[in-house]
């Protein structure tokens, strides 16, 4: 059986959306190695995979050829369920949208993963307010969505990423929609996070300032890794 020392490793992944009429190639042969406690971010104009690799990494989406190894466990050999499981318990999920439910309050959208996942409501509701409190909201949190700003939403949805201390947080434009002062105050909590927990952090980003916080940044181009940020960090130590 191999072994992959990487926290994260893919090698010649291809992955093809058929649409029935048309096929299209979003992953052509990429390969990528990140190391426990990274932060990476991936970077490249709209539509050259991206999201596409964030979502086969992290298991997703299939891929259509490939290996992807996440702490040392081949993906392909996890049936649907062992996926659902292992990313309930070992990953958290930022998205640009922050698909929070908007009828349960901040503690509750927090508790919601755990609960699902059949965490007891006690043991939920102290996991969900040691999350809240590490962003900084612990005294929102019998406020709705609608009561919070788009900055304290996301930190919303940063509790709920980090609430079941997950080795691997993924973040798919995490700072899109908030403005310049609310962006900083996001990343300078996921640095602070990443820095403190030892957390492996993957972000596709379009922000030169968002990347410029990562220990490197990978560059896509037409569904292929043209950058992996390893000779930038190598010349920069």
């Not at 006690?122 to 040691?130: G, L, S």
């Not at 900055?151 to 940063?158: A, D, L, M, N």
């Not at 990423?161 to 080795?167: I, S």
Request: proline content about 3%.
């Amino acid at each position: 059986m191999t072994v992959y020392s990487s926290i994260i490793f893919a090698e010649g992944i291809h992955k093809i959306y058929d649409t029935g009429k048309l096929k299209v190639p979003a992953l052509q042969g990429v390969n990528l190695a990140v190391e426990e406690g990274e932060m990476v971010a991936i970077m490249g104009p709209s539509g050259c995979g991206k999201t596409t690799l964030l979502n086969c990494l992290s298991g997703l989406d299939d891929i259509d050829e490939g290996v992807i190894s996440i702490a040392g466990t081949d993906l392909a050999t996890l049936s649907d369920n062992q996926k659902t499981r292992y990313r309930a318990t070992s990953m958290g999920y930022i998205f640009q949208a922050y698909n929070l439910l908007p009828v349960l309050t901040a503690r509750g959208n927090v508790e919601l993963p755990l609960l699902v996942s059949g965490t007891d409501a006690n043991t939920a509701r102290d996991k969900a307010m040691a999350a809240l409190d590490l962003v900084g909201l612990s005294e929102r949190e019998r406020h709705y969505p609608s009561e919070l700003s788009g900055g304290q939403q996301q930190r919303v949805t940063i509790a709920r990423a980090l609430v079941n201390e997950p080795e691997i947080v993924w973040g798919d434009e995490p700072t899109g929609n908030l403005d310049s002062e609310n962006s900083g105050e996001i990343m300078d909590l996921l640095t602070k996070l990443n820095k403190e927990n030892r957390q492996t952090f993957i972000i596709v980003t379009h922000s030169d300032e968002v990347a410029a916080r990562a220990h490197r940044i990978v560059r896509m181009q037409d569904g292929v890794v043209v950058d992996d940020g390893r000779k930038a960090t190598a010349a920069a130590g």
